[in-house]
């Protein structure tokens, strides 16, 4: 079957630092992959999504490269904020809507 | 602004007890939906696909007579925990895709049920 892993966390930084969240997938297709986000007290959020190998996702300042030849999406970001603080969370859909979660990172960013 | 909604956000049950929770899609029909558990060390697990019209998809290893699902429109699907159990408190959160061809999902700001 479809899985996600992903580091454990937490993971804490300092505000300005460099993010990396590791995940690596197993599926048996061609997966589209996504990354949501959870900020305290709210719904998780779309963050970014990669549909096909080599595609990279970005958005607000955070990117992700579907790499096929190794099965990750590691999660990036060059300069970290405190309101990134949050959970994020590493998924893979091969049919239809059906997730296949990681168990989530939590980020911690401090001033 | 939010695109699925879930309601109640909070809810307090004495044990033995049936509880309602609603998830409703705002702007756009959804004959799918979602229903996932959150455990407190954060893993998101699929309990069960709610189907418009037919029967909820259970995953194994849920109960279907403790969580019953009903998708009773393209709008609104509902998960009742029937004689909950403080084994079941836990966070509990709804999706539908408003997308169907990249799977794309929106969630609802989740509900948290503590039983007592």
């Known amino acids: 079957g479809n899985s996600v892993t992903q580091m454990e966390g937490p993971v804490t930084l300092s505000e300005e630092a460099f993010l990396t969240i590791n995940c690596t997938y197993t599926?048996?297709?061609?997966?589209?992959l996504f990354w949501y986000v959870q900020y305290p007290g709210e719904g998780l959020q779309l963050l970014l999504k990669?549909?096909?190998?080599?595609d990279k996702g970005s958005n607000k300042g955070f990117e992700a490269t579907y790499r096929k030849e190794t099965t990750s999406f590691h999660l990036e970001k060059g300069s970290v904020q405190v309101s990134d603080s949050a959970v994020y969370f590493c998924?893979?859909?091969?049919?239809?809507?059906?997730?296949?979660f990681g168990t989530g990172t939590q980020l911690k960013v401090e001033l | 602004g939010a695109v699925v909604s879930q309601h109640p956000s909070r809810v307090i049950c004495k044990s033995g007890t049936s509880v309602k929770i609603e998830c409703r899609s705002l702007d756009f029909q959804a004959t799918t939906m979602f229903w996932y558990r959150q455990f407190p060390k954060q893993s998101l697990m699929l309990m069960a696909t709610s189907n418009e019209g037919s029967k909820a998809t259970y995953e194994q290893g849920v109960e279907k007579d403790k969580f019953l699902i009903n998708h009773a429109s393209l709008t609104l699907s509902t998960l009742t925990v029937t004689s909950a159990h403080p084994e079941d408190s836990s966070f509990y959160i709804c999706s539908a895709p408003r997308d169907t061809n990249t799977g794309e999902l929106f969630f609802g700001e989740g509900s948290r049920l503590t039983v007592l």
């Open positions: 599926a048996t297709g061609y997966p589209s």
């Open positions: 998924a893979l859909s091969e049919r239809g809507n059906k997730l296949t």
């Open positions: 990669a549909t096909k190998a080599d």
